[in-house]
C-alpha cells in the first residue's frame, strides 16, 4: 500500500533502497505473491530503486538473482563452528559430511547400530517414553544448563505446547535475579489487550517460550497503460523467468479479458487500459482481483438493503475474508448461535445468504462444507465468515479470549489472530467504500470500527483511547466511577493502582515477596496512563476551543 501510494502521489522519487527480508516467503501460498508485486512493480519504476533481498534458507538464488537483475552474495562464514548430529532412538551420530550423514542413516536401520558418539539416557517418565521426546528435552536441558540458548522446531501448534511444557518442568531453577526478571515478562504480557497464553504463563517463569507460526494492480497505479508497457512488466516478473513464453502471453491474455469482462479495467479506443472505481478500491484496499468482486457484489447488497438495528450485519463485514486457522465449522455450535439471534439478525442472515435449514442438515449430518457441497463455491466463504463473525461480535462485547475459545471449540491463537487482523481489514472495507463513493455506508463502518479497536461497547469508547486502557481495565474504571477522559485525567496514581489490579486476570496469583514489586509496576503504569489521559484532554479542549473561535 504504501508503495502504491508514492506512485499515486508522485513521491516514489524519493524512494531509494527497499530491503526484501524473508525473501523465501516469495514461495508462500498466501502471501508469497504480495512480494513478488511489490518486486516487480519497483523493477518496472523509471527511476533505479536498490532493492536488497535477504534470506538464510533460499534454494534457487541464481534465479532470483537473474529475475531481480541482482548480485548474490553467499557466505559460508559462521561466528559459531555449527556441528551437525542426527538422533535416532537415543543414539547420536555425527553428521559432519555427506558420506558421514548417509553412515549414519543407514545405521538407524540397524537393530544394534554401532559407533554412535553418545547414548541419551531413557526415563522413567511416563510423558518422556517415547525416544524422541526424550532426546528433545533432554539435550534441550543439557544445552541450556551450559548457559546456551536452545531452539525447537515442531510439526505443529500443539505439539510446540506440548514440548514447551515438557522442557518447562525439566529446567532447573535459576536464580532470583533472573526468576525477577522472568516474572517481569509475564506482567507486561499479561497487560497485553489479546492477553497472555495459558502454556506461556507456564513455561516463561521457567525460562522457555514458544512461537508459531497482478495485472490490477499495475494498471491501477498506472504503471502501464497500454499493451507494451504490460509486456515490459511481465518481463520483470518472476513468473517471466519460470514459465514458457507462450503459455506466459495467453496467461496475460486471458488475464486482461477478464479483468475487462468482470469490469474492473476499461480499454480506450486507442488500445490504452484505465482502471475503473472497483480496481482502484481493490488496489487501494490491498485485495486480489477475486475477492475485490466479492466485496463489491456484498457491498452492493448492502447498499440497497443494511440492517441497522442491529450489529451483525457490520461484524459480517468487518470479519476478513481469507480466515486461515479457523479448521472445520462446528455446525452444532454454529445452529446454536443461530438460534440465539434476535429478528435483526435473522435477518443479516437472509441478506448474506445462510440458510438456517441448511446449517441445521450440516449439523445433524456431522459432515465438513467443500466447494462441491454447494453450486456457488463463494457460499462455503460466506458460511465460514459468518461463522467467525460471532466471534467478532464476542470479541467486541467484551468476551474474553479464553472463554470465546472454549465456546467455539477453536485455538485461542485463532482468536487472538482475528482480533489482531480484523481492524487492518476494517480500515481496508473502509477505504473500499470510500474509493466507490459510497459515503452512507463509509460513515456508518467508522462509527463501529472504533469498537473494534477498543474490543468493547460503545460506552467504552471514550476511556478506551487512552494507552494501556482496553476493554477489562476501561470497564474495571467506568465500573468504578471512573467514566469519562477527564476523571481519569484528575486521578491520582495510587487510585488506579487496585483498579489495575482488579483488571488483572482472576486467577493471577503474587508470589510471595512479590507483591510490593507488583504494586510499583502497576503505580508506574497509572502514572503514563494518566500523564496520556491528560494530553488527550488538552488536546480536546484546544479543538473546542478553535472550534468556538471559528
Known amino acids: 500500500m504504501l508503495i502504491n501510494t508514492a506512485i499515486d502521489e508522485c513521491t516514489i522519487g524519493d524512494l531509494g533502497v527497499v530491503v526484501l527480508d524473508e525473501l523465501h516467503m516469495i514461495d508462500d501460498d498466501h502471501r508469497g505473491y504480495l512480494m513478488e508485486l511489490l518486486a516487480t512493480k519497483l523493477l518496472s519504476l523509471e527511476q533505479s530503486v536498490q532493492i536488497v533481498g535477504m534470506s538464510a534458507t533460499l534454494p534457487n538464488t541464481p534465479l532470483l538473482a537473474r529475475w531481480l537483475n541482482a548480485k548474490y552474495y553467499e557466505s559460508k562464514y559462521k561466528p559459531v563452528l555449527i556441528q551437525e548430529y542426527l538422533v535416532s532412538d537415543s543414539s547420536i551420530y555425527s553428521i559432519a559430511t555427506a558420506s558421514a550423514f548417509f553412515r549414519a542413516l543407514s545405521q538407524t536401520r540397524l537393530s544394534q547400530p554401532n559407533n554412535p558418539?553418545?547414548?541419551i539416557q531413557t526415563s522413567a517418565h511416563r510423558e518422556?517414553?517415547?525416544?524422541?521426546k526424550n532426546a528433545v528435552v533432554a539435550l534441550a536441558i543439557e544445552t541450556a544448563s551450559e548457559g546456551y540458548g536452545v531452539l525447537v522446531f515442531?510439526?505443529?501448534?500443539?505439539e510446540c505446547e506440548v514440548v514447551a511444557r515438557l522442557i518447562g518442568r525439566a529446567m532447573p531453577e535459576c536464580n532470583k535475579e533472573t526468576s525477577a526478571k522472568r516474572q517481569d515478562i509475564v506482567h507486561d504480557l499479561r497487560a497485553l489487550p489479546v492477553g497472555l497464553d495459558e502454556t506461556l504463563e507456564s513455561t516463561?517463569?521457567?525460562?522457555?517460550?514458544?512461537?508459531?507460526?497482478?495485472?490490477l494492480e499495475v494498471i491501477a497505479v498506472r504503471l502501464a497503460t497500454h499493451i507494451n508497457a504490460i509486456e515490459e512488466y511481465v518481463q520483470r516478473t518472476l513468473l517471466y523467468h519460470t514459465t514458457d513464453k507462450a503459455r506466459l502471453k495467453k496467461l496475460v491474455e486471458d488475464a486482461i479479458h477478464d479483468l475487462q469482462n468482470t469490469g474492473q479495467i476499461r480499454i480506450d479506443s486507442d488500445g490504452s487500459f484505465e482502471a475503473t472505481s472497483l480496481s482502484r478500491a481493490t488496489v487501494g484496499s490491498c485485495m486480489t482481483p477475486e475477492d475485490g468482486l466479492f466485496v463489491h457484489d456484498e457491498l452492493q447488497r448492502a447498499l440497497r438493503a443494511f440492517v441497522m438495528d442491529g450489529e451483525m450485519h457490520i461484524f459480517y463485514m468487518f470479519t476478513p475474508l481469507n480466515i486461515w486457522g479457523i479448521g472445520d465449522i462446528n455446525w452444532r455450535i454454529f445452529r446454536g448461535e443461530i438460534e440465539r439471534l434476535d429478528e435483526s439478525g435473522l435477518r443479516v442472515l437472509q441478506f448474506v445468504g445462510i440458510n438456517p435449514a441448511f446449517v441445521n442438515r450440516m449439523a445433524n449430518s456431522g459432515k465438513q462444507l467443500t466447494d462441491s457441497e454447494v453450486a456457488d463455491p463463494r457460499i462455503v466463504r460466506v458460511y465460514r465468515r459468518f461463522y467467525a463473525a460471532f466471534q467478532l461480535r464476542d470479541l467486541c462485547n467484551e468476551v474474553p479470549i479464553p472463554t470465546i475459545a472454549q465456546k467455539f471449540d477453536i485455538p485461542r491463537g485463532f482468536v487472538q489472530t482475528l482480533a489482531q487482523t480484523c481492524e487492518g481489514f476494517a480500515a481496508g472495507m473502509i477505504q473500499f467504500c470510500d474509493t466507490m463513493g459510497w459515503g452512507m455506508?463509509?460513515?456508518?463502518?467508522?462509527h463501529m470500527s472504533d469498537r473494534l479497536k477498543a474490543g468493547a461497547r460503545a460506552d467504552l469508547l471514550e476511556l478506551a483511547r487512552i494507552p494501556y486502557v482496553k476493554s477489562r481495565t476501561a470497564?474495571?474504571?467506568?465500573?468504578?466511577?471512573?467514566?469519562?477522559l477527564r476523571a481519569v485525567a484528575a486521578a491520582d496514581p495510587k487510585e488506579l493502582v487496585p483498579l489495575l489490579f482488579l483488571a488483572q486476570p482472576k486467577k493471577y496469583k503474587t508470589e510471595k515477596g512479590d507483591d510490593e514489586r507488583f504494586k510499583q509496576k502497576l503505580l508506574v503504569k497509572s502514572g503514563v496512563i494518566i500523564e496520556a489521559a491528560n494530553r488527550l484532554w488538552a488536546r480536546e479542549q484546544q479543538l473546542e476551543f478553535e472550534d468556538d473561535e471559528m
Do not use: Q
Not at 128 to 132: A, Y
Not at 154 to 158: A, D, M, Q, T
Not at 441 to 446: A, F, G, R, W
Open 441 to 446: 455506508l463509509k460513515s456508518v463502518m467508522e
Open 475 to 484: 470497564r474495571v474504571f467506568w465500573e468504578n466511577g471512573m467514566r469519562s
Open 204 to 215: 516463561i517463569p521457567a525460562g522457555v517460550a514458544f512461537h508459531r507460526t497482478a495485472l
Open 154 to 158: 515442531c510439526s505443529g501448534r500443539s
Open 128 to 132: 518422556l517414553r517415547g525416544p524422541v
Open 117 to 119: 558418539c553418545r547414548m
